[in-house]
């Protein structure tokens, strides 16, 4: 055992704590260095095995080690994390962003105008009355509970960080889809939360996963509702149904639903949020049908959380520029806008639903969904494909880099297929049925 270890000198759970925490953070312990067994440690220092375990348990809580099964206790890193958005100097082409098509996003000039107002203060209402009105209205037609208040961020990562902080403490557990969007993993990983994975189906959550994830104790739920990412599945009126029943029992569990396709999505929006819930937010960002550069989301909570809410944006931005609320609103309610946002929606559509049959006649069964991505199955591991892929000019991204669990090689590539043309289409098309190929 390392001399590090036997010179530790603590004789409480905290003060261990504190000495391998000192290690850690000096670079004495680098990350990926296994600690001590619970009992070894214990022996080496003639205490008692419940007080390393209690030490361990607080470096966790910290972010500074984590536990790997068989493989013990190892001080964390902090190695690059997956994220959304084009790679960086790839000279391919990049069919894994993600990201809307740059000519379907509005002029946000069309709302200039609207945006001009006389300056806001400290002190006055942090949302801004037009934004409020058409707001209430646009999320208050899709709640059951209809009591309650608006609360404006900056995008709807912030928001959920923000909800999961006013509600949780480090080593809380979390409900997450599986695969889940990479903002939320990487949300519930850097807070310090424990993610309980949930099977995504066809039909969204499964009930089993959910119903298991509240035996294990969440305190939280993270969903898309629809258009969920990486998948595309939306829930069906009887998933809802079913899941709303699980949670009946549960009324104190935090929901929070990410409805990020919100307007462009072709999908009825279906809930997990009962009328009887009590802790719930529904949060809608827009940057899929307005842009990723406009930060701003709604999120309409139960009173309570949108309180606790507000008490966790005071120390920082206390609120989003009344400048981009009224931009927003100018644009939300302008009927060319909204006509263009309405075409976008059928343009993700039509090129989706043109690719999955075009690779279903080409033996690649797939299934058009909804959302900015096609999730494709594949016979052979993902990685195996992407990098034959890679050597015909293309950058997909595996499923691997979404799931929670990783137990096992993904079978699935996300695609953002919306912006290729017939004939890129086809290539790409040809290209995968060769790829497969060469990595079966």
Same mark, same amino acid.
């Given at each position: 055992m390392d001399d590090h270890f036997s010179g530790l000198q @603590?004789?409480?759970?905290?003060?261990?704590a504190d000495e391998l925490r000192t290690l850690i953070e000096r670079g004495t312990l680098a990350p990926g260095v296994a600690l001590p067994p619970v009992r070894a440690l214990a022996d080496l220092l003639g205490m008692n095995r419940n007080t390393v375990v209690a030490a361990y348990r607080q470096l966790a809580g910290g972010g500074l080690v984590e536990s790997r099964g068989r493989a013990g206790t190892r001080v964390t890193g902090t190695a690059r994390s997956a994220q959304e958005g084009f790679a960086p100097d790839s000279v391919l082409r990049d069919i894994g962003s993600g990201n809307p098509d740059p @000519?379907?996003?509005?002029?946000? +000039?069309?709302?200039?105008?609207?945006?001009? @107002?006389?300056?806001?203060?400290?002190?006055?209402a942090v949302v =801004?009355?037009?934004?409020?009105?058409?707001?209430r209205e646009w999320m208050g037609s899709d709640l059951q509970p209809s009591d309650f208040a608006l609360t404006i961020t900056s995008g709807a990562v912030d928001a959920v960080e923000r909800l999961l902080a006013q509600a949780l403490v480090r080593d809380d557990a979390v409900a997450l889809e599986d695969p889940c969007f990479l903002? !939320?993993?990487h949300?519930?990983?850097?807070? @310090?939360?424990?993610?309980? &994975?949930?099977?995504?189906?066809?039909?969204g959550m499964t009930v089993s996963g959910l119903r298991a994830a509240l035996d294990a104790g969440v305190r939280a739920i993270v969903v898309t509702p629809r258009a969920q990412n990486p998948t595309g599945a939306s829930l069906s009126p009887d998933r809802a149904a079913a899941l709303r029943a699980v949670l009946a029992d549960h009324p104190y569990v935090l929901i929070v639903e990410d409805d990020h396709f919100s307007m462009l999505s072709r999908t009825p929006y279906e809930s997990l949020i009962g009328p009887g819930h009590r802790r719930f937010a529904l949060v809608r960002s827009m940057s899929k049908f307005l $842009?990723? =550069?406009?930060?701003?989301a709604v999120t309409a909570s139960d009173p309570d959380t949108a309180a606790r809410l507000g008490l966790r944006l005071s120390p920082g931005t206390t609120w989003v520029s009344h400048i981009l609320q009224r931009l927003v609103v100018g644009l939300v309610t302008?009927?060319?806008?909204?006509?263009?946002?309405?075409?976008?929606?059928?343009?993700?559509?039509?090129?989706?639903?043109?690719?999955?049959?075009?690779?279903? !006649?080409?033996?690649?069964?797939?299934?058009?969904?909804? $959302?900015?991505?096609?999730?494709?199955?594949?016979?052979?591991?993902?990685?195996? &494909?992407?990098?034959?892929?890679?050597?015909?000019?293309?950058?997909?991204?595996?499923?691997?880099?979404?799931?929670?669990?990783?137990?096992?090689?993904?079978?699935h590539l996300?695609?953002?297929?919306?912006?290729?043309?017939?004939?890129?289409?086809?290539?790409?098309?040809?290209?995968?049925? +060769?790829?497969i190929a060469a990595a079966s």
């Open positions: @603590g004789t409480t759970a905290a003060e261990l @000519g379907r996003i509005p002029d946000p +000039s069309h709302a200039l105008a609207h945006a001009v @107002g006389r300056p806001i203060l400290y002190g006055e =801004d009355p037009d934004l409020e009105r058409w707001a903002a !939320s993993i949300t519930v990983r850097l807070g @310090g939360y424990r993610a309980i &994975a949930v099977p995504v189906d066809d039909e $842009g990723p =550069d406009m930060c701003l302008n009927p060319d806008v909204l006509a263009e946002i309405h075409a976008a929606a059928a343009h993700y559509a039509a090129r989706n639903s043109a690719f999955a049959d075009a690779a279903v !006649s080409a033996g690649l069964p797939v299934a058009a969904s909804d $959302g900015l991505n096609v999730w494709l199955p594949l016979p052979v591991p993902a990685r195996a &494909a992407a990098e034959q892929l890679m050597r015909r000019g293309w950058l997909a991204r595996t499923g691997d880099e979404f799931r929670l669990v990783p137990d096992a090689p993904s079978h996300r695609l953002t297929v919306h912006e290729l043309d017939r004939d890129e289409r086809a290539a790409l098309i040809s290209d995968l049925v +060769s790829a």
